[in-house]
T-cell receptor, first 112, second 111 residues
Framework: DTGVSQDPRHKITKRGQNVTFRCDPI?????LYWYRQTLGQGPEFLTY????????KSRLLSDRFSAERPKGSFSTLEIQRTEQGDSAMYLC??????????FGPGTRLTVT | QKEVEQDPGPLSVPEGAIVSLNCTYS??????FMWYRQYSRKGPELLMY????GNKEDGRFTAQVDKSSKYISLFIRDSQPSDSATYLC???????????FGRGTSLIVHP
C-alpha cells in the first residue's frame, strides 16, 4: 500500500501527558498537512509543510502543539500537556500539486 | 456564520435513488471545490475536484458549481448501500493550498 500512513492509529493518554504522532506521506509528495477532526465536524486545518518548511499554522493552534518534518519526508505532530479538549481524530494528508490532497487513516486520540 | 455550510443530515434514501448533496459558502474568493467521502473511523477520500463554475462527471458522480449563487452540489446516480458514508465538501481560494471543509452530510442508502 503506497498511501498515506499514520501511527499510531489509536492513542489513549492521561491529561497532562505528552503525545507524538507520526505521518508518512505518499512517496514524492512534497506537501504535507495536519488536520484535527471532532465528531460531526469536518477536518480543521492545523499546519502545512512544503518539503521541510512549515509554511502555515492555524491561528487556532495552541503553543502546546508543535510539528516537524525533518528532511521533507515523514512528519511528527506533538501535543504537550494534553487536555480533554484535545480528544479528536488527527488526520494527515499529502499532495504533490497542492490541489488534490490524499488523507491517511488518522490517529484517534482520547485524553482521560 | 461559518464560511462553508453543509446540512449534517442524515439523508436516508433507497438503493437506486439519485442523491443530491449540497454546500453553500460565503467567501467569494473560493475557486477550487472538492468532494470527499469518509467512512466511519476512516480518513476522507477525494471523490471529485473542480475549478470555478460548471459541471464535472465521473462515473455515477456529478459535481456542480454555481459561483453566482455560492452553491455546490454532488449528485450520485444509482446509489448503492456501499455509498453510505459522510460526504464532505471542501473549497479553497486561488493561491491558497489550505481548504475549508464543511461539516459533512451523513448519507444512508438502504437496500
Amino acid at each position: 500500500d503506497t498511501g498515506v500512513s499514520q501511527d499510531p492509529r489509536h492513542k489513549i493518554t492521561k491529561r497532562g501527558q505528552n503525545v507524538t504522532f507520526r505521518c508518512d506521506p505518499i512517496s514524492e509528495h512534497n506537501r504535507l498537512y495536519w488536520y484535527r477532526q471532532t465528531l460531526g465536524q469536518g477536518p480543521e486545518f492545523l499546519t502545512y509543510f512544503q518539503n521541510e518548511a512549515q509554511l502555515e499554522k492555524s491561528r487556532l493552534l495552541s503553543d502546546r502543539f508543535s510539528a516537524e518534518r525533518p528532511k521533507g519526508s515523514f512528519s511528527t505532530l506533538e501535543i504537550q500537556r494534553t487536555e480533554q479538549g484535545d480528544s479528536a481524530m488527527y488526520l494527515c494528508a499529502s499532495s504533490i500539486t497542492g490541489y488534490e490532497q490524499y488523507f491517511g487513516p488518522g490517529t484517534r486520540l482520547t485524553v482521560t | 456564520q461559518k464560511e462553508v455550510e453543509q446540512d449534517p443530515g442524515p439523508l436516508s434514501v433507497p438503493e437506486g435513488a439519485i442523491v443530491s448533496l449540497n454546500c453553500t459558502y460565503s467567501n467569494s474568493a473560493f475557486q477550487y471545490f472538492m468532494w470527499y467521502r469518509q467512512y466511519s473511523r476512516k480518513g476522507p477520500e477525494l471523490l471529485m475536484y473542480t475549478y470555478s463554475s460548471g459541471n464535472k462527471e465521473d462515473g455515477r458522480f456529478t459535481a456542480q458549481v454555481d459561483k453566482s449563487s455560492k452553491y455546490i452540489s454532488l449528485f450520485i446516480r444509482d446509489s448503492q448501500p456501499s455509498d453510505s458514508a459522510t460526504y464532505l465538501c471542501a473549497m479553497r481560494a486561488g493561491g491558497s493550498y489550505i481548504p475549508t471543509f464543511g461539516r459533512g452530510t451523513s448519507l444512508i442508502v438502504h437496500p
